[in-house]
């Protein structure tokens, strides 16, 4: 009799195990089929798009905030790809313009105003296609506006295609009535932006599993932490609220946050008379 209760526990035990395993199977699937295309067409949705972001900047030293850290700007956004124009305002409402990068059809420019009281100046002016290009590469105001399918300026369908990417965990869970994939997982791929260790990120797979939230480290002295605020879903969608990330260097005690406030998102053809001098 004790035989035959030891041989059902080790066969339910087995079978438990098994059918966890398929599931995790199963969704592991779902996530590399459906999560790269879903990102895709978020990216797409922005090749018309126009956004007003304002970014908030400071830092801690030993848990306490440094007064002179702190830095507020705001930024205007607008793009009908491979158009963009970024202009660069300080945080109050009524200041002037202080830069702008444009890249039209044919040239790309860069706006500078030095002080409050002075005119705009043309600082870039280029036509050749790596000066045009010059102009997205490195800009913040990217890391802003891709912040539901980016990790820190590193694109998630590269990260989930790189031969590097593994897959430790992954659970789905259920927050507020929201379903929640988490994946943890290890890239440390010299060819992406920064390595990816002890990596955990929580998506939203009925938006189009957008980041809700990031934590990794890129070395193992620098650690990482995004959190998305979405606003409540209109239509089946769901907007960026807010976007936080810290960067953390414990040898130092020194903890640095940036955040991204978001206005004003509208999606459609955008007049080309933006991306002109």
Not at 35 to 63: D, H, I, Y
Not at 141 to 164: D, M, N, T
Not at 171 to 180: A, C, Q, Y
């Amino acid at each position: 009799m004790r035989q035959s209760i030891r041989f059902f526990i080790l066969f339910a035990s087995c079978f438990i195990h098994q059918s966890f395993g398929w599931a995790n199977d199963a969704l592991r699937a779902r996530f590399l089929n459906e999560a790269p295309e879903a990102w895709e067409r978020m990216v797409a949705s922005q090749n018309q798009f126009q956004v007003e972001v304002r970014e908030t900047r400071w830092g801690t030293l030993n848990g306490e905030e440094v007064d002179s850290s702190k830095s507020e700007i705001r930024m205007k956004l607008k793009m009908n790809l491979p158009m963009f124009a970024i202009e660069t305002f300080s945080y109050k409402s009524d200041s002037p313009l202080r830069f702008a990068f444009v890249r039209g059809k044919n040239y790309a420019f860069e706006l500078t105003r030095k002080r409050r009281e002075s005119p705009l100046l043309v600082t870039r002016l280029g036509k050749d296609d790596a000066t045009r290009e010059s102009f997205k590469e490195g800009n913040y105001a990217w890391r802003a506006i891709g912040a539901s399918y980016e990790l820190w300026g590193q694109s998630l369908i590269a990260l989930v295609k790189s031969p590097q990417f593994r897959i430790d965990q992954i659970e789905e869970l259920n927050e507020n009535g929201f379903d929640i994939i988490r994946v943890r997982f290890d890239c440390r791929d010299k060819n992406l932006v920064m390595q990816f260790i002890d990596a955990k990120i929580d998506l939203l797979p009925q938006f189009d599993w957008a980041l809700k939230s990031a934590d990794f480290k890129a070395t193992e002295q620098i650690h990482m932490e995004i959190d998305n605020e979405y606003h409540e879903p209109q239509n089946g969608k769901i907007e960026l609220k807010s976007y936080l990330r810290s960067k953390h260097v414990p040898v130092e005690k020194v903890k640095t946050f940036i955040r991204f406030d978001y206005d004003g998102v509208a999606y459609g053809p955008i007049s080309d008379s933006n991306f002109t001098l």
